[in-house]
T-cell receptor, first 114, second 119 residues
């Protein structure tokens, strides 16, 4: 079974803090993704990566950066957390990136910024 | 404009009955893929079923089937014989066929439908 893990289920941070969300997949997938989920808005793509050290912006990259130094690990960084970044963050991975490619998700991190 | 629309914020169904969750999409591509995911209260997104735009048959996976009407641009999920464990949020998503960088287009998700199964 594909396993995608995220470093924390719940996280509380203060405004202005630098926040790291870690994601690890164990299936040698090429592609990894970070989404945020907000009520009434569904999932929105923040960033994705199709190879080590490669990244592309999604729909809402502002205020976020990412790092992929190893194939299995994809980190989301909030350089200076703000209250409007309070959300559920979901990491996903997929093997090929072709049309039929299924994304497999981690359990999510619920981040609260005070 | 919304690319994926789920018009039902919440749905209720009696155990053992069938339920249809609506999804309409908007794309000018001829080649695209449609996905349904389930998100229980635990938070993890679980892949349920996939339908390709060129697939002639409606996709089925166990109790899940996809009612694909290409001309209407709809891809409704049908759950037969509902169970209490089906209570969850359900998301419809689409991948369009055009490239973005070195990989195919990203998944675009709808707003989700919360399904509650009553005993």
């Amino acid at each position: 079974d594909v396993k995608v893990t995220q470093s924390s289920r719940y996280l509380v941070k203060r405004t202005g803090e630098k926040v790291f969300l870690e994601c690890v997949q164990d299936m040698d997938h090429e592609n990894m993704f970070w989404y945020r989920q907000d009520p009434g808005l569904g999932l929105r793509l923040i960033y994705f990566s199709y190879d080590v050290k490669m990244k592309e912006k999604g729909d809402i990259p502002e205020g976020y950066s990412v790092s992929r130094e190893k194939k299995e690990r994809f980190s989301l960084i909030l350089e200076s957390a703000s209250t409007n970044q309070t959300s559920m963050y979901l990491c996903a991975s997929s093997l090929l990136g072709d049309l039929t490619d299924t994304q497999y998700f981690g359990p999510g991190t619920r981040l609260t910024v005070l | 404009a919304q690319k994926i629309t789920q018009t039902q914020p919440g749905m209720f169904v009696q155990e053992k009955e069938a339920v249809t969750l609506d999804c309409t999409y908007d794309t000018s591509d001829q080649s695209y893929g449609l996905f349904w995911y389930k998100q229980p209260s635990s938070g993890e997104m679980i892949f349920l079923i996939y339908q390709g735009s060129y697939d002639e048959q409606n996709a089925t996976e166990g109790r899940y089937s996809l009612n694909f009407q290409k001309a209407r641009k709809s891809a409704n999920l049908v759950i037969s014989a509902s169970q209490l464990g089906d209570s969850a949020m359900y998301f419809c998503a689409m991948r369009e066929g055009k490239y973005s960088g070195t990989s195919y287009g990203k998944l675009t998700f709808g707003q989700g439908t919360i399904l509650t199964v009553h005993p």
